[in-house]
């Protein structure tokens, strides 16, 4: 089974913080995704990445940046944690099929 | 700009009732429309896709129904249960875009007994 881990379940940051949200994934799948879910708006794309140290914009990229050093692993960061960042944050990957695994998301609180 | 519409944003059925959610679209360049079904404290999940050239396509329960030229498609889960009970997201990727999903904004189900 495809497995996808996020490095914390629950986040509570402080305004200004610099936050690091790290994924994981165990299929060796070329494709990595940074999603933000928020009620009422579904999944938004932040950003994605099609290889290591490649990555692309997806539709909110604001206020974030990714880093893809490895194949299996690619982190989100947000460079300075504002309280309009506050949600729930799901990383995915895919490999040769369409199919998207997801991991179990963060929620993140900035205060 | 939203370029997949999901109806309705919450729905209530009771058992053994068929639940319909609706998505509509205008990128005619989306290629795949899968399903997810996200339970609470999980990830969302691939439940049932379907591409374009086919009208309906059905896995136990679960059915979509597609129709290309009003540029909609639906699920239908037939003989709802509580444990359907979750928030459904359409999606569609775009042909060339690479694996990215455009998704809607998600269908909470509750199934009552």
């Known amino acids: 089974d495809v497995k996808v881990t996020q490095s914390s379940r629950y986040l509570v940051k402080r305004t200004g913080e610099k936050v690091f949200l790290e994924c994981v994934q165990d299929m060796d799948h070329e494709n990595m995704f940074w999603y933000r879910q928020d009620p009422g708006l579904g999944l938004r794309l932040i950003y994605f990445s099609y290889d290591v140290k490649m990555k692309e914009k997806g539709d909110i990229p604001e206020g974030y940046s990714v880093s893809r050093e490895k194949k299996e692993r690619f982190s989100l960061i947000l460079e300075s944690a504002s309280t309009n960042q506050t949600s729930m944050y799901l990383c995915?990957?895919?490999?040769?099929?369409?199919?998207?695994?997801f991991g179990p998301g963060t929620r993140l609180l900035v205060l | 700009q939203q370029q997949v519409k999901q109806s309705p944003q919450s729905l209530i059925v009771q058992k053994g009732g068929i639940s319909i959610i609706n998505c509509a679209y205008e990128?005619?360049?989306?290629?795949?429309f899968p399903w997810y079904q996200q339970f609470p404290g999980k990830g969302p999940a691939l439940l049932i896709a379907i591409r374009p050239d086919v009208s309906e396509k059905k896995e136990g329960r679960f059915t979509i129904s597609f129709n290309k030229s009003a540029k909609q498609f639906s699920l239908h889960i037939m003989d709802s249960q509580p444990g359907d009970s979750a928030t459904y997201f359409c999606a569609a990727r775009e042909a060339g875009g690479g694996n990215k999903l455009t998704f809607g904004t998600g269908t909470q189900l509750k199934v009552e007994l």
């Open positions: 995915a990957s895919n490999g040769g099929s369409k199919t998207q695994y």
């Open positions: 990128n005619t360049a989306f290629d795949y």
